[in-house]
């Protein structure tokens, strides 16, 4: 190859594969020497193989499908035969298969110098990912860049006493029994979650582990998030030096501050709700030049003020990342101190907030915004529920004084900044969020999915245009902050999906330059039709994950070009970070961004995206245990449930009437020879042409509950459907397919 030409595909992939961290077409262009006219080439050589699935876009550079990011959290899991360490992703999904191996670059000299941040067996960090050269090793090598977390190498289980000694019951699905000797218990009683160390495992047998900690009994209250707190490593309880700052924490004077408490702003919030970060209040706009326009006011609670940097308070939030919400219990961020009492906007109560001011003209285009740091007090605290019937004419007591002044100039203004959101033409998905209901006793006592009122859609697009006014404002000031990005769908992931729409007569426009009102389109086409619960669940899977960055390339869901997280700093790191950079560009007084901070914004984003989909992942994990528990007494029952995932290895079944997933192994659907077609998201028998496609209603039979690892396993009792076409003839065009006939069914070990 010649320096200054454009490699052959082969050669950018290799380089890619290679340099994960140089993979940017600035720097492939740089690597080969491409000016001028090449680069114009490069570009539309990479574009070849992004439209070939060969490649996928990132945020700022190009990476192999399946490849880990440049900056990834790993968690530290053994050393491999020289004694180096090897990690893994922290997080993975379950359907990608084993989570690829790393190896650990630490050299002595560096570790001498203080160059590079050490970690150990049991350590969550944050490193920098390499593409590794050595071939005979780990496709990855990393480099340390902090220590995050220290020490998460227990396993955790519960002991079942068995004779003299016991059992250790696995919580993750792909979880394994050990043995724990008589001499290696303890204090453990039968029922109680512990930590173990493996003491050693054998060729024959079950591994042996030794107890190390007992955290609780599974029979007491709270205990099964509690077992997901464990599981992820979720920070739960703050240390003393945190409690303590928290409680010399003084009211917030009336320095650098505007008074506010005259505007009668109100909070609405889920009727259950212990902090008010965010309050409301809308008038119509007097000025001659806006006719027809409106004033929307929203304040959030000033947590800059009362979280430093660098404070014990601010290390154990970034700690956290977020709060966590289980059925049973919330993990907050921030000690209650604060987060209920000092920084919650109380009702009738002076509090120090972050507000905006946005004047709208009657179409819901922004005309003009500010921020100002206030003293408000907050007019009235209520539910959504009661602001909803106080306007639809059936008022309380409380709301009923507050219709004509507040609540109706809410909603006008609510209708003209929709008018604004139409035009934008976000993705509008549907997909049902269900809460579970709890019994006093903390089992489940049902699944409610609740009514989405216009009180909700009112307070989310006021939040969303606050988030858009903090982003606008920290640019416009040359500001370094995090932005709420979202990613288009990969151009792989759109084939699949626009593969998936041609079996049921749908068609997606193909192109780079997909918008998120491409698939408003289809998802009002599928609707009211038995294809709209598929057609929503295929368009999210499409979809990339929104995450945190210093770099912005915009929302892509939200159809919009600048996006932060501002309004909820009591729950979110990433919000906080935004209210310093806007106490700073703004000089709005103490509490706002470092140079430190700035130059570190990279690491705070990897790090609070890790730690939000640790947050969802410990939720999801409580749930599916829930539901588990729930269901473990009505082993051999029938139910209705449907296909909410088809892969090589067998089908996922929903439950919608309990909000629960589980699997029916490929192994079990018969004595037919099963073949996967992703495209048509089916398993389809080769001999009779009878399948199962995602989003078939189908008949089952719950045959195990495994409550402690949130699983369960279903049996088939619905005959297959005669499959489309393509379906069947997909193993002759490169398909793959499971299941042998005649196999019994395995022994559940997840």
Same mark, same amino acid.
């Given at each position: 190859m010649?320096?200054?030409?454009?490699?052959?595909?082969?050669?950018?992939?290799?380089?890619?594969?290679? @340099?994960?961290?140089?993979?940017?077409?600035?720097? *492939?262009?740089?690597?080969?020497?491409?000016?001028?006219?090449?680069?114009?080439?490069?570009?539309?050589?990479?574009?070849?193989?992004e439209n070939d699935g060969l490649v996928n876009k990132t945020r700022k550079s190009l990476a192999r499908p399946g490849a880990l990011p440049p900056v990834t959290v790993l968690d530290i899991t053994t050393r491999d035969k020289d004694g180096e360490l090897i990690g893994r992703p922290a997080e993975w999904p379950e359907d990608a298969g084993a989570a690829p191996a790393v190896l650990i670059r630490q050299s002595s000299s560096d570790r001498a110098k203080g160059k590079t941040a050490v970690g150990g067996i049991g350590d969550r960090v944050l490193a920098k990912i390499f593409a590794n050269k050595d071939r005979a090793g780990?496709?990855?090598?990393?480099?340390? *860049?902090?220590?995050?977390?220290?020490?998460?190498?227990?396993?955790?289980? /519960?002991?079942?006493?068995?004779?003299?000694?016991?059992?250790?019951?696995?919580?993750?699905?792909?979880?394994?029994?050990m043995q724990i000797d008589a001499a290696d218990i303890g204090e453990a009683k039968d029922g109680d979650l512990v930590e173990v160390e493996v003491s050693r495992a054998t060729r024959l047998g079950l591994t042996r582990a030794r107890v190390l900690n007992i955290v609780g009994s599974v029979a007491s209250e709270k205990a !099964? =998030?509690?077992?997901?707190?464990?599981?992820?490593g979720i920070p739960y309880i703050f240390p003393q030096s945190v409690i303590d700052e928290a409680e010399a924490a003084k009211p917030a004077s009336m320095s650098h501050r505007e008074d506010w408490r005259?505007?009668?702003? *109100?909070?609405?919030?889920?009727?259950?709700?212990?902090?008010?970060?965010?309050?409301?209040?809308?008038?119509?706009?007097? $000025?001659?030049?806006?006719?027809?326009?409106?004033?929307?006011? #929203?304040? *959030?609670?000033?947590?800059?003020?009362?979280?430093?940097?660098?404070?014990?308070?601010?290390?154990?939030?970034?700690?956290?990342?977020?709060?966590?919400?289980?059925?049973?219990? /919330?993990?907050?961020?921030?000690?209650?101190?604060?987060? @209920?009492?000092?920084?919650?906007l109380r009702e009738g109560v002076d509090r120090p907030a972050l507000a905006v001011r946005m004047v709208f003209s009657a179409e819901g285009r922004k005309v003009r915004h500010t921020f100002h740091r206030i003293m408000m007090k907050s007019a009235a605290k209520l539910s959504y529920q009661q602001a909803q019937a106080a306007i639809d004419g059936q008022a309380d007591e409380k709301a009923g004084p507050l219709l004509e002044?507040?609540?109706?100039?809410?909603?006008?203004?609510?209708?003209?900044?929709?008018?604004?959101?139409?035009?934008?033409?976000?993705?509008?998905?549907?997909?049902?969020?269900?809460?579970?209901?709890?019994?006093?006793?903390?089992? /489940?006592?049902? #699944?409610?999915?609740?009514?989405?009122?216009?009180?909700?859609?009112?307070?989310?697009?006021?939040?969303?245009?606050? @988030?858009?006014?903090?982003?606008?404002?920290?640019?416009?000031?040359?500001?370094?902050?995090?932005?709420?990005?979202?990613?288009a769908p990969t151009l792989s992931k759109q084939e699949v999906l626009r593969e998936f729409l041609a079996t049921i007569g749908?068609?997606?426009?193909?192109?780079?330059?997909?918008? $998120?009102n491409s698939f408003n389109g289809i998802l009002a086409k599928a609707q009211d039709t038995p294809h709209q619960i598929i057609v929503n669940e295929m368009v999210l899977r499409s979809q990339s994950q929104a995450i945190y960055s210093p770099d912005n390339i915009g929302h892509f869901g939200l159809n919009l070009m600048k996006y932060a997280h501002f309004t909820s700093p009591i729950r979110r790191y990433a919000d906080l970070i935004v209210h310093r950079a806007l106490v700073a560009a703004l000089g709005l007084?103490?509490?706002?961004?470092?140079?430190?901070?700035?130059? =570190?914004?990279?690491? !705070?984003?990897?790090?609070?995206?890790?730690?939000?989909?640790r947050a969802m992942a410990a939720e999801r994990d409580t749930v599916n245990r829930l539901v588990a528990h729930h269901l473990a007494g009505r082993i051999g029952e029938d139910f209705e449930g449907q296909i909410g995932g088809v892969t090589k290895s067998g089908l996922f079944i929903s439950l919608p009437q309990f909000g629960a997933d589980g699997f029916i192994p490929v192994s079990t659907l018969g004595r037919d020879y099963y073949i996967y077609d992703e495209a048509h998201q089916a398993l389809t028998g080769e001999k009779s042409g009878l399948g199962y496609q995602l989003g078939d209603t189908v008949e089952v039979r719950l045959v195990e509950a495994v409550p402690l690892a949130g699983a369960l396993r279903f049996e088939m009792l $619905?005959?297959?459907?005669?499959?489309?076409?393509g379906a069947r003839s997909f193993h002759k065009a490169g398909g793959r397919g499971r299941k042998q006939p005649g196999t019994r069914p395995p022994r559940s070990r997840r």
């Open positions: 010649i320096h200054g030409e454009v490699p052959s595909r082969e050669v950018l992939l290799q380089f890619i594969t290679d @340099n994960p961290d140089r993979a940017s077409k600035r720097e *492939i262009a740089k690597a080969f020497g491409l000016k001028g006219d090449t680069r114009v080439e490069l570009k539309q050589a990479l574009r070849d193989l780990p496709a990855y090598t990393a480099r340390v *860049i902090k220590v995050i977390d220290r020490q998460r190498g227990a396993v955790l289980g /519960v002991v079942r006493m068995m004779g003299e000694g016991a059992r250790l019951m696995p919580i993750e699905r792909r979880g394994e029994e !099964i =998030s509690m077992i997901a707190i464990h599981a992820h005259h505007v009668p702003l *109100i909070t609405i919030d889920p009727h259950d709700a212990k902090d008010h970060d965010d309050a409301v209040y809308a008038e119509p706009d007097t $000025s001659e030049d806006n006719p027809g326009g409106v004033v929307v006011t #929203v304040a *959030i609670a000033d947590v800059s003020y009362y979280i430093r940097p660098k404070s014990a308070l601010d290390r154990e939030a970034l700690k956290r990342g977020n709060s966590v919400y289980f059925p049973d219990r /919330v993990v907050p961020m921030l000690p209650e101190r604060i987060s @209920n009492d000092l920084c919650s002044p507040i609540l109706k100039p809410l909603w006008a203004a609510y209708a003209t900044l929709k008018r604004g959101r139409d035009r934008r033409q976000p993705l509008e998905l549907d997909m049902p969020e269900r809460k579970i209901i709890l019994k006093p006793d903390g089992t /489940v006592d049902r #699944v409610h999915v609740p009514e989405r009122l216009d009180a909700h859609k009112l307070i989310e697009e006021m939040m969303i245009q606050a @988030n858009v006014a903090a982003a606008e404002t920290l640019e416009a000031k040359r500001q370094k902050l995090v932005y709420r990005i979202h990613d749908f068609s997606l426009v193909k192109g780079g330059n997909l918008r $998120s007084g103490e509490g706002g961004i470092t140079q430190e901070e700035e130059a =570190s914004l990279e690491d !705070i984003a990897a790090e609070i995206s890790t730690f939000e989909r $619905s005959e297959g459907r005669k499959m489309p076409a």
